[in-house]
């Protein structure tokens, strides 16, 4: 409500449609309104137990009279409709309510520090992509550098699999993984993968190979080691050394879940982003939490990039 103009009511319900919570703001209050407002969720649950009851994501955007009715599920538990006028973007109720539907999912799931804050990534995503992308299949090829330990390879597999593993081993040069996802009904995107050994010093000679042709990169970091930050630069010189300058750069902060053992502050990798005209984002790969949306976020700054 506070973020994307034009919202005037949100709810969120589980799938028989029984109301979890619900806001609304001004007109939204009225009788007339919220009895509409019921009996539309009632027959839109009706269709997602035929349509939908095996899926557990979708987004779909329904029109009645002057107002947008905006139901979204990313997993089995809740859906989240935002009404708004009809004045409101289709592409930002889309990108906050698939990454609201996602935490809400986290918090019903029993997931502890979800953060309840919009990254700037976000807000960014959901005015780059407005309906302004182009059509075809697109190959990105991305790498992810960072320290050992830092969670490149737990990332990579929450994306493509949505699964974690809490035993640890260490990625030796490179490993490649490949993943196609939609953009929209006519654009896809066919991500190359690269996870980058962490050996700093031991795997440099390999590293030009590794790093030809990419044209996107993550730089993940530790949260909860403090000397996370002393090899961003590093890793920073070693990208555009490599692979060149007009490589698409997001600095990842991986293991917010882990709250009491966090050392390095959103401040801190915030001001290192921006003096280095970086992208940041906050991810858990254990929750999954913004994990989906640093990928989703990079694919949109290439196209936004390469197709102009």
């Known amino acids: ?107 019903l799931e029993g997931n502890e520090n979800v953060s309840l804050e ?26 992810l550098t960072g320290d050992y330990k830092a969670g490149k390879t737990s990332l990579i597999k929450r994306f493509i699999e949505d699964s974690f593993g809490e035993s640890y081993h260490s990625t030796i040069g490179v490993e490649i993984s490949q993943k196609t996802i939609s953009l929209s009904e006519d654009t896809m995107m066919d991500f190359a993968i690269w996870d980058i050994g962490g050996q700093i010093i031991q795997m440099a000679p390999y590293r030009k190979r590794f790093f030809s042709g990419a044209n996107s990169a993550f730089i993940v970091l530790d949260r909860t080691r403090p000397n996370a930050l ?42 290192i982003a921006d003096q280095n005209n970086f992208n940041y984002i906050l991810t858990s790969a254990k929750t999954g939490e913004n994990v989906k949306d640093s990928f989703l976020f990079i694919a949109y700054k290439f196209l936004e990039s390469v197709y102009k």
Not at 118 to 143: E, N
């Open 1 to 107: 409500m506070d973020n994307v103009e034009g919202v005037i009511s949100v709810n969120i319900s589980d799938r028989e449609g029984l109301i979890i919570i619900s806001e609304n703001r001004g007109e939204a209050g009225d009788d007339l309104v919220l009895g509409a407002i019921a009996a539309t969720v009632d027959n839109y649950i009706d269709r997602i137990k035929g349509e939908f009851s095996k899926e557990s994501t979708f987004f779909n955007i329904t029109t009645i009279g002057e107002k947008k009715f905006a139901y979204c599920s990313m997993g089995l538990n809740a859906i989240l409709l935002t009404i708004s006028d009809l004045s409101t973007s289709d592409t930002e109720l889309r990108v906050f309510s698939e990454h609201i539907a996602e935490k809400i999912e986290l918090v």
């Open 118 to 143: 919009i990254p700037a990534l976000l807000r960014v995503l959901a005015k780059s992509k407005d309906g302004k992308i182009p059509t075809g299949k697109f190959q990105l090829k991305l790498i």
């Open 230 to 271: 002393e090899s961003i630069k590093i890793w920073y010189n070693e990208i555009e050394k490599q692979a060149g300058k007009n490589v698409n750069i997001i600095l990842v902060g991986n293991k917010s879940d882990l709250a009491e053992n966090i050392v390095i502050k959103e401040e801190e990798i915030k001001e």
